[in-house]
């Protein structure tokens, strides 16, 4: 039986099982039943066991889980099932698109008028060394400065823009987390039971038995069947293997050595010996 996933547990939900797992290994110093962690097998060992038995953890909680998932999702199709959802969605994403490129120009149109303002200076001045100065060397000159304003008032505006930006930002990440605060109680509490089940009767369980076990090995093969004592019981059990055949089952073959005789020899006199 391969173990190496749960085969239940949504994508989406596989990461809270190693949090939970995890926070289990970081807080088992605080937990009598763990005590032992280290002695006979270290954190990352018994990450690696209960990785492959996933399927056994996450199994004892499957009640809650799909109380979760069923909760879960009748709120999302409610989400999308209101009316102008999308188009708020829309209303949104054009706005954050507008935002973006109006931060593209604020920080390209400082540079745009520096890099403006440094050749026709620097153009203007080599054209004032020349003799005789060129009549546009003035020209260039003015244009470069100009430019250099230019660029001094762009990063004024850019610096204003990105301050607006922020604030704008903040207030979408305030609304957001109101947003999430505002989840239904029910489907809280059923993320929460499905935790608290899944920490309380699969995790912690089959840790305190992998510890108690002294014949754990290192690390825990997960095409394997684990052997008794090692996994809490979840309500499976592991099937009945026999070798084909054993001294007590039936008598042992016998062998019957062959059976030789020696050739008849007659001697000199024609007698028969």
Known sequence: MHMNSAPHLLTEDRPEFDRLLDEALRTAHERPELATLGERLNAEQLRTMAIGASALLTAAAAAE????????????????????????????????????????????????????????????????AVEPEPAFANTMLTAGWLFGALTVVSLLFAVIGLLVTAVRNRATEVVAEDESDAIPDEVARAREAWRHALL??????????????????????????????????????????????????????????????????????????
């Open 65 to 128: 889980y799909d109380h979760y998932v069923k909760l879960r999702g009748e709120r999302r199709d409610e989400v999308l099932s209101t009316p102008g959802s999308a188009g708020d969605q829309g209303a949104g994403q054009q706005g954050e698109d507008g935002a973006g490129v109006s931060a593209v120009v604020a920080v390209l149109a400082p540079v745009l008028a520096g890099t403006a303002m440094l050749i026709f200076l620097l153009v203007g001045y080599v054209l004032k």
């Open 200 to 273: 309380e009767r699969g995790i912690l369980p089959f840790l305190r038995d992998a510890l108690a076990d002294p014949s754990t090995a290192p690390a825990y093969p997960a095409p394997h069947t684990p052997k008794a004592g090692r996994i809490p019981n979840l309500g499976y059990t592991r099937p009945d293997f026999t070798s084909p055949g054993s001294p007590s089952q039936g008598p042992r073959p016998g062998y019957t050595p062959p059976d030789f005789t020696s050739p008849d020899f007659s001697s000199p006199d024609g007698g028969t010996q």
